[in-house]
């Protein structure tokens, strides 16, 4: 029999901000960083409920501690996605860039991760990274029979944005 070190508190902070209860989540998140100052779960929950409430900045260092920890994958590839997309915007666009290669290694063929990243190089004005990425994804990912039916054209402009094959 496992016992919850939290004493439900976890459970009750996480629902409570599922049921939109974000001010009362985080207090009650807050104290259990103060308690449980190194647990990984605890940060990464933190950081959630600051992002919720438009916080970002002060979400910022619980990722940072989550992603330091010893944090399940599902959770570490939501964290890393986070503090990228938490970075981001806040306009500290080379960190976040910086996150998401970080994730992107950990985590190469998760597509949420790749969306962030192509907004990402958009902000940092690449656009045609972003819109090359987009379009990847966009075939990979469509149900649409009309898109599928170009899928293999628009792979091939997505390596070539500036058609200089075509001169």
Do not use: K
Not at 29 to 54: G, I, K, M, N, S
């Amino acid at each position: 029999m496992t016992t919850d070190p939290y004493d439900g508190r976890l459970t009750r902070a996480v629902r409570l901000r599922t049921d939109g209860q974000t001010e009362e989540a985080r207090e009650l998140l807050l104290c259990l960083r103060a308690e449980f100052p190194d647990d990984a779960v605890v940060a990464y929950q933190t950081a959630w409920v600051h992002d919720v409430l438009d916080l970002e900045a002060e979400a910022v260092p619980h990722y940072r501690a989550a992603i330091a920890g010893d944090l399940p994958e599902a959770d570490l590839r939501d964290a890393l996605l986070g503090l990228g997309s938490t970075l981001r915007a806040l306009g500290r666009d080379t960190e976040a860039g910086e996150v998401f290669a970080q994730a992107l290694a950990r985590f190469p063929d998760d597509r949420p991760l790749r969306v962030f990243r192509a907004m990402l190089r958009y902000n940092t004005g690449d656009a045609r990274a972003a819109v090359a990425d987009l379009l990847r994804l966009l075939t990979e990912t469509t149900a649409d029979p009309d898109i599928q039916g170009y899928g293999r054209a628009i792979t091939t402009y997505a390596e070539d944005l500036d058609r200089s094959w075509l001169r």
